[in-house]
């Protein structure tokens, strides 16, 4: 990772020569492998392996972004005149420029254990999307698959910029799904089960995952489409996650400084019911959002975004913290061939004292959901309005499986009702666990 830095570096002292006031960039260098197997035989297998440079130089108040995967040095020389080229013909941004010196993290990286370094090979792959699958066939009633997958990706990731901010650190992902299809003459049902981490030895085994695909599969052949109605709705933790990131895109600091949020007048006040926790942990051991700092070279904090219901924070890069006249929070992040935005790390909806079947005692008539189809949602409103399958809830106890719902609230009032049980898991990195929002409206029959 030193030899990154070392031509990152470089690459800013040629923006400089060329007449950038300032400048900064990202080096990502890695290679992924990806397999899918059906019904046994191999369908997929893709392997990529590359670097990408990307850097934004400053002059004055203009700025240009630029990225190339020639990383030659004719190739490098050229980017950084091109990139001091393009940003002096840019309209003038007064909220552009980097850290200031004394604002940047000194100290040593959190080790956050990010990177396996046990690369498997695509034999090793294969196996495991066979096994998930033959494990999904081998559950009764299912009919057919869709097929298994694996995969793996390792980056080294180098960052830094003409304010003396220079860190490298590097990471990997490993991944397994499997699909199939459950029913007969009357229709069939598609569901699926997929796991993300750092570490695959992380992983759920082939076979376990490959049976919660199969069993989700069966369990809604026969789906019915209910009756209009306004009811209690559950959220299964797989599709309860998707709350959590509609509440971290309304605390975003761009939309904030954009007056397109929601929750723009919610700072200090309540957003969710009273004891409700939202925790960032942005240095979790092998955690899939995990940063050591941020890509402004910013220091990141463990921090409740929403504590006992109240609003904590925004989400802040420096861009947006100018605009609105606040301190920075460590939330900048980046692509490559893009300039930093704000973003969460690790971010977790924590869990309540109730477990899912206390959670679902009291409902008479309810829906348990367990995938939304779509994007209905108004960032600016809070208008939320999604497709959804799942399954009655009558009399406390899930009932028979329900398809082709569209279920409907406002996201504040929704977070303001919203009830967590006590079975929150780390998984995806944006985690929550069931969760149940009383009157919402569901459209069907």
Request: glycine residues 10%; hydrophobic residues 45%.
């Given at each position: ?178 699909s199939v299809l459950a029913g007969g ?49 559950v959220f299964d933790p797989r599709v ?194 069931t969760v149940r929002i009383d009157a ?6």
């Amino acid at each position: 990772m030193t030899d990154a830095l070392d031509r990152l570096t470089e690459v800013l002292r040629l923006a400089r020569a060329k007449g950038a006031d300032a400048a900064d960039g990202a080096i990502a260098d890695g290679g992924s492998v990806s397999i899918a197997v059906r019904k046994g035989a191999l369908e997929k297998l893709e392997r990529s392996e590359g670097a990408e440079l990307g850097l934004r130089v400053f002059v004055g108040k203009r700025a240009a972004m630029v990225s190339t995967s020639d990383l030659s040095p004719a190739s490098l020389d050229a980017l950084a005149e091109r990139a001091v080229a393009m940003a002096r013909v840019m309209p003038e941004d007064p909220y552009a420029g980097l850290a200031d010196p004394d604002q940047l993290f000194t100290g040593a990286l959190p080790e956050c254990d990010l990177c396996d370094p046990d690369e498997p090979g695509e034999d090793s792959l294969i196996d495991a999307a066979r096994r998930a699958e033959d494990a999904a066939l081998a559950v009764a009633g299912v009919v057919n698959s869709e097929g298994g997958e694996a995969s793996f990706s390792r980056a080294k990731i180098a960052l830094a910029a003409t304010n003396g901010f220079a860190r490298a650190y590097a990471s990997s992902h490993s991944a397994l799904s499997a699909s199939v299809l459950a029913g007969g003459a009357d229709g069939l049902e598609r569901d699926y089960d997929s796991a993300v981490a750092v570490y695959r030895s992380d992983l759920p085994s082939p076979e376990a995952l490959g049976a919660e695909a199969g069993r989700r599969a069966v369990a809604r052949v026969g789906a019915t489409k209910p009756k209009s109605a306004t009811l209690p709705v559950v959220f299964d933790p797989r599709v309860s996650r998707s709350l959590l990131g509609h509440f971290i895109g309304a605390i975003n600091g761009a939309s904030i400084a954009r007056g397109t949020s929601f929750l723009a007048e919610f700072i200090d006040k309540p957003v969710f019911a009273p004891g409700v926790r939202i925790v960032e942990t942005p240095h979790r051991a092998r955690g899939l959002r995990s940063r050591p700092c941020d890509a402004e070279g910013l220091e990141t904090f463990e921090r409740a975004l929403i504590d006992d219901g109240r609003l904590t924070t925004w989400l802040l890069d420096l861009r947006s913290a100018r605009q609105l006249g606040l301190a920075p929070t460590g939330h900048a992040a980046r692509g490559v061939g893009s300039a930093p935005s704000p973003s969460a790390a690790n971010v977790a909806l924590m869990p309540g004292t109730l477990s899912p079947k206390d959670l679902m005692a009291d409902i008479k008539d309810g829906l348990y959901v367990t995938e939304m189809i779509g994007s209905g949602v108004n960032g600016v409103t809070g208008d939320y309005s999604r497709g959804a399958a799942g399954f009655r809830i009558v009399d406390g106890e899930l009932a028979g499986p329900v398809s082709e719902v569209t279920i409907a609230g406002n996201l504040k009032e929704m977070f303001a009702r919203l009830i967590p049980a006590n079975d929150w898991v780390y998984k995806y990195g944006m985690d929550a666990p069931t969760v149940r929002i009383d009157a919402m409206a569901l459209a069907g029959s």
